[in-house]
């Protein structure tokens, strides 16, 4: 976060007073959190465009009463865009209204009372796709897991503190409504849970407050917990039975644990108290130095957290151990040179589980995540079926990732918060028969958000991504431009000798040209641009640069090159400008076209109200002897033609005759590619205006329902009509929006792109 806030302040001393920093990039990542302090942003936002947004982690930009202003934000910016994609694993949290709020910001029109709503009304708004059904396209990313739990043989300490526990009745819990999941004896259960550290720490807390109201005579309580801590203090780490297992595994052969650079180890704990213990002794107990084990929680700034996740994924890094509270269990990468992921205590929310062993078992691990449990065994009664309830809460998150790949479906809950579902077992004593059949029930029944989602993907078959072909491959492309621009200049490129790619002399131009497109970070330091097309050898470098480097200089010498790479950007630019306009070039082939053939390359659009080209049509049309023969598509020019040869004679063959004949054709082939637009707006317009109608049908009924639900939260008439108002310009701007971009005028631009034709050689 700080190197970010960073980094756009070095932007803005860079630009005027009154630019805007959105207009610096054509493409930016940027923090929510950084840019949702409306004096800052907010008018630079409001004076901003953009083709498409992206909001990953979308679920923490709902509408809560936390999270107020990254709503408010995310509500601006999808008004600044015809194109908003929200990503997120964890969409739903239960609330209707938190992904009402979501489903809204996609279309304002969709869903009029966010307490009431069906499958119906996200009918192409959300699609949830699990590991399984991508796992045919991704064969082989994702490793199978190995899962273990560990069964811990309490001490004689331990099960002394379990029974003093087991037979505590609290004052202070009298009070209150049983089986509700808030009872503090059950929270003491979970920190006891943790570790003995952990439990101390609440207990200490506690007293405190007893202490401020009554004299330890006053309320049992105070006894009570102070004959428990004095039993918690005395289980030292020798007599701290999931401690010594812990020492044992990392210790042992089984494990297989080298301490290799490229093989570390994560442990989470819910509680800092036991993150600290487990810290401060192993590297008291396996010899490690102070750095060698690392502490990641809460407490610490985000630029710290930033930066001991990037250590942890550096080979150079001494790291060996990560020990994390949950903070580090959602949306973090630990898996590039870590596969071993240790509970150390088991979490009560089965959301809690998902995000933990995401952070080692994700796209990219190239090893088989190896998870392990650690689960108390206790013979007080108590203890003993309590811990079996954690022993289902694994059993089951193991077996819906497996089924159904969303443990959280299990409880029908979707926000870590919901945690009580387990604490509420815990303090009606349900039996650990009937808390798995209690999940099982709900594996079979799903939840609301499943409901939802069976029905609200289209039915339609997905897109599929073909590559097109082009006239050059891109590494060509870069061998015949840059020369070519570069006139005067020798060795301007030169092949890779250990990949295939090229290296490239900056000079000052492309210099200024790419400090304009590309993050300072990945400015070659040096005066080559190294480029290849190898995809694993790009990220093999992206990698070893992560690795290798802090986090704004992770940039890797040679870059991959694909088509959004801004080198392109730079040779289009020079490449439109090579032809004056009213120009277009005519190129003379020996082989495919006969002295006779003449081929227009022809560029059609058609936008629609806004300029946006909705219709874009590249096309050739063939005269033979002065008369249209065919149209071609690109391919089949392509093909006819083979201009996509990297052996075509650079001669110029054309003679001045040839020249006139395809001039005096040109108003005819401009006709004719008037017709062929003619064709695809009539075709457009068939496809699209049912669509339409359909839609502005759909609006009338939704607008409906949008009032209706607006005029019942209300009595007064001048908030009514305040709201039926804002009802009215919502939907009035949304059927101007849908009409701005769907509907098209038959008026096309047309562009000559080149002109062929057959020669002798």
């Given at each position: 976060?700080?190197?970010?806030?960073?980094?756009?302040?070095?932007?803005?001393?860079?630009?005027?007073?009154?630019?805007?920093?959105?207009?610096?990039?054509?493409?930016?990542?940027?923090?929510?959190?950084?840019?949702?302090?409306d004096v800052e942003y907010r008018t630079h936002l409001e004076n901003s465009w953009w083709d498409i947004i992206v909001i990953d982690e979308a679920h923490n930009v709902a509408e809560r009463g936390n999270q107020a202003q990254r709503a408010r934000l995310a509500k601006l910016l999808a008004e600044r865009s015809d194109?908003?994609?929200?990503?997120?694993?964890?969409?739903?949290?239960?609330?209707?209204?938190?992904?009402?709020?979501?489903?809204?910001?996609?279309?304002?029109?969709?869903?009029?009372?966010?307490?009431?709503?069906?499958?119906?009304?996200?009918?192409?708004?959300?699609?949830?796709?699990?590991?399984?059904?991508?796992?045919?396209?991704?064969?082989?990313?994702?490793?199978?897991?190995?899962?273990?739990?560990?069964?811990?043989?309490?001490?004689?300490?331990?099960?002394?503190?379990?029974?003093?526990?087991?037979?505590?009745?609290?004052?202070?819990?009298?009070?209150?409504?049983?089986?509700?999941?808030?009872?503090?004896?059950?929270?003491?259960?979970?920190?006891?849970?943790?570790?003995?550290?952990?439990?101390?720490?609440?207990?200490?807390?506690?007293?405190?407050?007893?202490?401020?109201?009554?004299?330890?005579?006053?309320?049992?309580?105070?006894?009570?917990?102070?004959?428990?801590?004095?039993?918690?203090?005395?289980?030292?780490?020798?007599?701290?039975?999931?401690?010594?297992?812990?020492?044992?595994?990392?210790?042992?052969?089984?494990?297989?644990?080298?301490?290799?650079?490229?093989?570390?180890?994560?442990?989470?704990?819910?509680?800092?108290?036991?993150?600290?213990?487990?810290?401060?002794?192993?590297?008291?107990?396996?010899?490690?130095?102070?750095?060698?084990?690392?502490?990641?929680?809460?407490?610490?700034?985000?630029?710290?957290?930033?930066?001991i996740v990037e250590d942890f994924g550096r080979e150079e890094s001494p790291i060996r151990v990560l020990v994390a509270s949950d903070v580090a269990s959602e949306g973090i990468n630990l898996h590039y040179l870590s596969h071993r992921l240790i509970h150390f205590d088991i979490p009560w929310s089965l959301m809690v589980f998902q995000q933990r062993n995401g952070r080692i078992d994700r796209y990219g691990q190239q090893e088989q995540p190896d998870i392990r449990y650690m689960m108390i065994s206790s013979t007080n009664p108590k203890?003993?079926?309590?811990?079996?309830?954690?022993?289902?809460?694994?059993?089951?998150?193991?077996?819906?990732?497996?089924?159904?790949?969303?443990?959280?479906?299990?409880?029908?809950?979707?926000?870590?918060?919901?945690?009580?579902?387990?604490?509420?077992?815990?303090?009606?004593?349900?039996?650990?028969?009937?808390?798995?059949?209690?999940?099982?029930?709900?594996?079979?029944?799903?939840?609301?958000?499943?409901?939802?989602?069976?029905?609200?993907?289209?039915?339609?078959?997905?897109?599929?991504?073909?590559?097109?072909?082009?006239?050059?491959?891109?590494?060509?492309?870069?061998?015949?431009?840059?020369?070519?621009?570069?006139?005067?200049?020798?060795?301007?490129?030169?092949?890779?000798?250990?990949?295939?790619?090229?290296?490239?002399?900056?000079?000052?131009?492309?210099?200024?040209?790419?400090?304009?497109?590309?993050?300072?970070?990945?400015?070659?330091?040096?005066?080559?641009?190294?480029?290849?097309?190898?995809?694993?050898?790009?990220?093999?470098?992206?990698?070893?640069?992560?690795?290798?480097?802090?986090?704004?200089?992770?940039?890797?010498?040679?870059?991959?090159?694909?088509?959004?790479?801004?080198?392109?950007?730079?040779?289009?630019?020079?490449?439109?400008?090579?032809?004056?306009?009213?120009?277009?070039?005519?190129?003379?082939?020996?082989?495919?076209?006969?002295?006779?053939?003449?081929?227009?390359?022809?560029?059609?659009?058609?936008?629609?109200?806004?300029?946006?080209?909705?219709?874009?049509?590249?096309?050739?049309?063939?005269?033979?002897?002065?008369?249209?023969?065919?149209?071609?598509?690109?391919?089949?020019?392509?093909?006819?033609?083979?201009?996509?040869?990297?052996?075509?004679?650079?001669?110029?063959?054309?003679?001045?005759?040839?020249?006139?004949?395809?001039?005096?054709?040109?108003?005819?082939?401009?006709?004719?590619?008037?017709?062929?637009?003619?064709?695809?707006?009539?075709?457009?317009?068939?496809?699209?205006?049912?669509?339409?109608?359909?839609?502005?049908?759909?609006?009338?009924?939704?607008?409906?329902?949008?009032?209706?639900?607006?005029?019942?939260?209300?009595?007064?008439?001048?908030?009514?009509?305040?709201?039926?108002?804002?009802?009215?310009?919502?939907?009035?701007?949304?059927?101007?929006?849908?009409?701005?971009?769907?509907?098209?005028?038959?008026?096309?631009?047309?562009?000559?792109?080149?002109?062929?034709?057959?020669?002798?050689?």
């Amino acid at each position: 976060m700080c190197a970010l806030t960073n980094r756009i302040s070095r932007i803005r001393a860079q630009l005027p007073t009154n630019y805007n920093p959105f207009f610096y990039y054509d493409k930016t990542i940027v923090s929510i959190d950084t840019i949702k302090r409306d004096v800052e942003y907010r008018t630079h936002l409001e004076n901003s465009w953009w083709d498409i947004i992206v909001i990953d982690e979308a679920h923490n930009v709902a509408e809560r009463g936390n999270q107020a202003q990254r709503a408010r934000l995310a509500k601006l910016l999808a008004e600044r865009s015809d194109t908003l994609i929200m990503l997120s694993a964890t969409p739903h949290d239960g609330r209707s209204e938190s992904f009402a709020s979501l489903m809204n910001m996609l279309d304002p029109t969709a869903i009029a009372d966010p307490h009431d709503y069906k499958k119906e009304d996200i009918k192409g708004l959300c699609i949830r796709r699990f590991k399984k059904d991508i796992k045919d396209q991704v064969q082989g990313v994702f490793k199978e897991r190995k899962v273990s739990t560990m069964k811990c043989d309490a001490t004689a300490e331990e099960e002394y503190a379990y029974g003093l526990f087991a037979d505590m009745k609290l004052e202070m819990d009298a009070g209150k409504e049983v089986h509700t999941g808030q009872l503090f004896k059950t929270s003491l259960e979970k920190s006891m849970f943790s570790s003995p550290a952990a439990c101390i720490k609440s207990i200490d807390e506690r007293l405190k407050k007893l202490y401020k109201k009554y004299q330890a005579r006053d309320i049992k309580d105070i006894g009570l917990l102070e004959e428990l801590k004095a039993a918690l203090e005395k289980i030292a780490p020798a007599s701290f039975s999931r401690y010594q297992q812990l020492l044992a595994l990392l210790q042992g052969r089984e494990y297989g644990w080298s301490r290799a650079k490229n093989d570390r180890v994560v442990i989470f704990t819910e509680r800092i108290e036991t993150m600290r213990f487990i810290a401060e002794h192993l590297r008291q107990d396996l010899g490690l130095k102070e750095n060698a084990i690392q502490e990641i929680y809460g407490g610490m700034s985000d630029t710290d957290q930033q930066k001991i996740v990037e250590d942890f994924g550096r080979e150079e890094s001494p790291i060996r151990v990560l020990v994390a509270s949950d903070v580090a269990s959602e949306g973090i990468n630990l898996h590039y040179l870590s596969h071993r992921l240790i509970h150390f205590d088991i979490p009560w929310s089965l959301m809690v589980f998902q995000q933990r062993n995401g952070r080692i078992d994700r796209y990219g691990q190239q090893e088989q995540p190896d998870i392990r449990y650690m689960m108390i065994s206790s013979t007080n009664p108590k203890i003993k079926g309590d811990m079996r309830i954690m022993e289902i809460l694994v059993q089951k998150e193991e077996q819906a990732y497996k089924n159904i790949g969303d443990p959280t479906l299990l409880m029908g809950k979707f926000n870590v918060e919901e945690e009580g579902v387990t604490a509420s077992a815990i303090e009606q004593g349900t039996t650990p028969e009937a808390f798995g059949a209690q999940l099982t029930e709900a594996e079979d029944e799903f939840d609301p958000f499943e409901a939802l989602m069976a029905g609200a993907a289209e039915a339609e078959a997905p897109a599929t991504v073909s590559e097109d072909d082009t006239l050059f491959a891109d590494v060509d492309y870069v061998k015949t431009a840059i020369p070519y621009f570069n006139k005067g200049e020798r060795n301007t490129v030169q092949p890779l000798q250990t990949v295939d790619g090229v290296e490239i002399s900056i000079s000052p131009e492309l210099r200024r040209r790419l400090s304009a497109l590309l993050p300072d970070e990945a400015m070659p330091s040096e005066d080559y641009l190294r480029l290849s097309p190898d995809k694993q050898f790009a990220m093999a470098e992206m990698v070893r640069s992560m690795q290798n480097n802090l986090f704004e200089t992770a940039w890797p010498t040679t870059q991959y090159l694909w088509k959004l790479h801004p080198l392109f950007t730079w040779i289009n630019d020079k490449s439109s400008l090579l032809y004056g306009r009213n120009e277009a070039p005519i190129i003379g082939l020996t082989d495919g076209l006969a002295p006779d053939d003449i081929i227009f390359v022809m560029a059609g659009t058609i936008p629609n109200r806004k300029s946006a080209p909705v219709v874009d049509e590249w096309f050739g049309l063939h005269y033979k002897n002065g008369a249209l023969s065919c149209e071609l598509s690109m391919n089949e020019i392509l093909t006819k033609t083979r201009l996509s040869r990297n052996d075509l004679p650079n001669q110029n063959l054309v003679t001045e005759e040839r020249v006139q004949e395809a001039t005096a054709l040109l108003r005819t082939a401009v006709a004719d590619a008037e017709v062929v637009l003619k064709r695809h707006f009539t075709e457009y317009n068939e496809a699209t205006d049912p669509k339409i109608y359909a839609e502005l049908e759909k609006l009338d009924e939704l607008q409906r329902r949008h009032k209706n639900y607006q005029m019942s939260l209300f009595e007064d008439e001048r908030r009514k009509s305040e709201k039926e108002r804002m009802v009215e310009k919502v939907f009035n701007d949304f059927v101007d929006w849908v009409k701005d971009t769907l509907e098209i005028e038959d008026n096309p631009y047309i562009r000559v792109i080149a002109v062929l034709t057959g020669v002798n050689g």
